[in-house]
């Protein structure tokens, strides 16, 4: 007769294998396009922060959305209050194909929030962004873009080092080439110097998130792998698959657009990739690179849908407007051609993992000089510094995983279980074999 420990665990493997399907997570809320961005497909979303008022405590000020919108109307750089009205639509400076946000950028005397776009045929442009005003909430910095190129750029991603504490920004383009420039403004006026470093993947790159605290940029090929690339300007060429899309046993598709990162306190948090050929978005665990799982965006309540081929995404782990525990977007791809965000709580989607992933509205592990508590503007986020001392008090992780301290999670029955399981096995047969 089968000792029953194995009948345990054929059906604790079963149970695993089935719970690897995308997991199910409600949308909050969503967007509302604006005329000017109807026909448009949504290309690349970012959240800014707006600093804490007066009256908000350590709670983020106004904050927003912006995302870029691509069509041959010239559709261009919209912004969304985080009730999903529009708010301003820069259309002039369109055609847009990504954006990236960093607060706590140092122009002259003023600090603010610094806003990047890649416009086909035009270059990179800048601009301030000012939850706090009323009117022209997004002000273009310069007459024109700061930097022109023969080739046209695609993607965008801020990288502040956690050594020198200077900002640089990354810009790939169509034939996989990476420029890296860094960027100055403390004399009053927008600069930047290119870096002298070659940076090349073997085809066009759909998305970029750089990892401040580990000093990665990681860089999707399209149809080929997700590497990782030294962040720092002396980091040279060499490159480190993260996860070969070609593969077999790949948990992804070979679709994969653009990426996020969920930054938690001292390094962890999770690396999100927006599989558009599956529908989903991908979870890797920040320093392992092991796939956690993928979860879906559905229909949630009061007529607010799904996300649908979702190119682009982008999450903070910071409290913002209704979302306290941090806020997830997602891009939902339209058949009709009016393409809309949706909006939901990051605790939603990490109480959807068993084990769950973590809630941690902790800083991630320092400040650009604003809020910055894990932001990530699609293909890029805040969070400057390296690891630094330990957490302090605020952030918090789920019931199950409190005080744990782990980033670990997969949709999958927990390993602890397992080797509970195997131990106690072991030590059956090893009593029947002595009797």
Same mark, same amino acid.
């Given at each position: ?10 059906? &604790? ?104 776009? &890649? ?6 442009? #800048? ?16 007459? $024109? ?6 080739? #046209? ?34 004399? $009053?006026?927008?600069?930047? +110097? ?12 759909? *998305? ?22 030294? #962040? ?5 060429? +060499? ?63 009061? *007529?607010?849908? *799904? #996300? ?25 791809? &339209? +058949? ?46 805040? *969070?400057?510094?390296?690891?630094? =001392? ?19 999670? &997969?949709?999958?029955? =927990? ?21």
């Amino acid at each position: 007769m089968r000792h029953p420990i194995v009948f345990i665990l054929a059906a &604790s493997l079963s149970g695993a294998v089935a719970s690897a399907q995308p997991l199910q997570v409600p949308a909050f809320s969503q967007t509302t396009p604006g005329p000017s961005t109807i026909g448009g497909s949504i290309r690349d979303v970012a959240i800014w922060v707006g600093p804490p008022s007066a009256d908000a405590g350590s709670d983020a000020g106004p904050s927003g959305l912006l995302l870029t919108a691509y069509n041959n109307q010239n559709a261009g750089l919209a912004t969304f209050g985080l009730d999903g009205q529009q708010l301003e639509n820069e259309q002039l400076d369109g055609p847009v194909v990504s954006v990236a946000i960093r607060e706590g950028f140092r122009l002259g005397a003023n600090t603010l929030s610094l806003a990047v776009t &890649s416009n086909p045929g035009v270059g990179l442009l #800048a601009y301030s962004v000012d939850g706090q005003r009323t009117l022209d909430r997004v002000q273009r910095i310069g007459p $024109g873009p700061f930097f022109l190129t023969n080739a #046209a750029f695609t993607t965008v991603a801020f990288y502040r080092s956690p050594g020198s504490g200077r900002l640089f920004i990354f810009a790939s383009n169509d034939a996989g080439a990476l420029s890296q420039f860094e960027m100055s403004g403390e004399d $009053g006026g927008l600069s930047a +110097t290119l870096v002298n470093r070659a940076i090349t993947v073997s085809g066009p790159i759909t *998305g970029m998130v750089a990892d401040d605290e580990n000093r990665a940029l990681y860089v999707v090929q399209a149809g080929r792998a997700i590497w990782r690339f030294d #962040a720092e300007p002396t980091g040279g060429s +060499t490159s480190v698959p993260v996860v070969d899309l070609t593969a077999a046993d790949s948990k992804l598709s070979k679709n994969v657009n653009r990426l996020a990162l969920y930054r938690a306190a001292n390094g962890e948090g999770y690396l999100l990739a927006a599989d558009t050929q599956a529908g989903s978005f991908a979870v890797l665990d920040r320093r392992s690179y092991a796939f956690l799982g993928s979860f879906v965006v559905v229909p949630g309540t009061h *007529g607010v849908g *799904g #996300a649908t081929a979702p190119r682009a995404l982008a999450v903070t782990s910071g409290p913002v407007g209704a979302f306290p525990d941090g806020l997830f977007v997602a891009q939902n791809s &339209s +058949t009709t051609g009016t393409d809309d965000l949706k909006l939901v709580r990051w605790d939603a989607v990490a109480l959807a993992f068993n084990p769950p992933l973590r809630i941690d509205t902790r800083p991630a592990g320092g400040v650009d000089g604003g809020v910055d508590a894990g932001v990530d503007a699609g293909s890029d986020g805040g *969070g400057g510094g390296g690891v630094g =001392p330990p957490p302090t008090p605020g952030g918090h992780l789920p019931p199950e995983s409190e005080g744990s301290g782990c980033s670990c999670a &997969s949709a999958s029955v =927990p390993g602890s279980v397992l080797f509970g399981l195997l131990a106690l096995g072991l030590s059956r047969l090893r009593r029947r074999r002595e009797r």
